[in-house]
């Protein structure tokens, strides 16, 4: 058995051309061409060939038609900045992770959708709706993604060679999925977060979500829904200086720029001021980063108790999950924000420490 959607799939995650894989492969590029369109199956040696060319098993090119990540229903900052190859390999990263989500669904019984939609709210509108929604008042969020988690959004690790990507979201059928970039400071991480918040509520199947101004009004969410008003204006912070700006910044896990757009979008820093602490910031290096930070990058809380679950429970090893997917470890661990234990000397398995909350229960 072969199916052939697993074979572009699995081209367009590494990142290649036919003419590429023709060259790495030594079959044709009409072969491979023909394969993928249906016109031709490959013999057990060139689909061996292949397998090697692009570092799956076998076995990948014979499992089910994969589900499809959308284009449509994805929305990328900056798209005319990136390459058509850069889209697709972000976009098969996802369609992976969420075989993952399907796979797990079938063993466990994970958080259903607490998710509303708002496609014709206005931005800070529909944040003060979900915190209302979700019980948060006007406190900090103390964990974007364990929040999101909670409430049924499936949330995925961007592999490294995708990090140019800041983040993505899309749902399939009625899950939600937000796929974040790794390498990211842990504030902007969080932002980004809230941000596909935003796409996934305000941009639903009755508005695609593409342009500028889906973009800023996922931003404009993002911000109200991080530092709500009446929290930030009961801080004080009328004409804040910039130290007060980078201690209060803390409180609620946003980076310095993006307190200050919003103390000035909410009235509370001057057209002066705000350019001037603006300027010092970019000065001091908070436009590119947040010097001195000692944030932790937020991690998955669900995917941590399932890895749990299938290593104490099943007595599943990391080898064991990854062959249930048809891929190798190594690549397993890029969707999954590198929780699963990998194989190190000696035989023993390594992971980063699970701090298990959520009550997973077997399907």
Not at 167 to 196: C, M, P, V, W, Y
Not at 281 to 295: A, F, I, K, N, T
Request: hydrophobic share 40%; charged share 25%; aromatic share 8%.
């Amino acid at each position: 058995m072969f199916t052939p959607e697993r074979l572009v799939l699995a081209r367009k995650r590494r990142r290649m051309t036919l003419a590429e894989l023709a060259r790495r492969s030594g079959i044709s590029a009409q072969s491979i061409t023909a394969f993928e369109n249906h016109r031709k199956v490959p013999s057990s040696e060139t689909l061996s060939l292949l397998s090697l060319a692009l570092s799956y098993p076998t076995a990948f090119f014979e499992a089910p038609r994969p589900a499809e990540v959308e284009l449509d229903s994805v929305s990328f900052r900056a798209p005319s900045k990136m390459s058509a190859i850069e889209r697709d390999s972000a976009l098969s990263s996802g369609a992976l992770a969420m075989a993952l989500n399907s796979w797990l669904e079938g063993l466990f019984k994970l958080p259903s959708s607490n998710l509303p939609t708002y496609p014709h709210v206005e931005p800070e509108e529909a944040a003060e709706r979900i915190r209302a929604a979700w019980g948060l008042g006007e406190d900090p969020i103390p964990n974007m993604v364990h929040l999101l988690e909670a409430n049924g959004v499936r949330l995925f690790s961007l592999p490294p060679d995708c990090l140019d990507i800041d983040a993505f979201s899309t749902i399939n059928s009625t899950t939600s999925f937000i796929f974040l970039n790794t390498r990211k400071t842990g504030e902007r991480g969080r932002f980004d977060a809230a941000h596909e918040l935003g796409h996934l509520l305000l941009h639903c199947e009755h508005r695609i979500p593409h342009g500028r101004d889906s973009e800023s009004e996922a931003n404009d969410f993002a911000s109200a829904f991080l530092m709500p008003r009446a929290g930030i204006i009961a801080q004080r912070l009328h004409n804040a200086s910039t130290d007060r700006i980078l201690s209060a910044k803390c409180k609620w896990g946003v980076s310095a720029m993006a307190l200050t757009y919003r103390l000035h979008r909410l009235g509370l820093l001057s057209e002066w001021r705000y350019n001037q602490t603006v300027k010092e910031l970019s000065h001091r290096g908070y436009r590119r980063g947040e010097p001195d930070s000692s944030m932790v990058r937020e991690s998955s809380q669900l995917l941590a108790k399932v890895f749990e679950a299938l290593r104490h429970s099943l007595k599943m090893t990391s080898g064991d999950i990854a062959a249930k997917l048809n891929i190798y470890p190594e690549e397993l661990n890029e969707y999954v924000f590198g929780l699963v234990p990998i194989r190190i000397d000696g035989g023993r398995e390594h992971s980063a420490p699970l701090r298990p909350e959520l009550r997973l229960v077997h399907g």
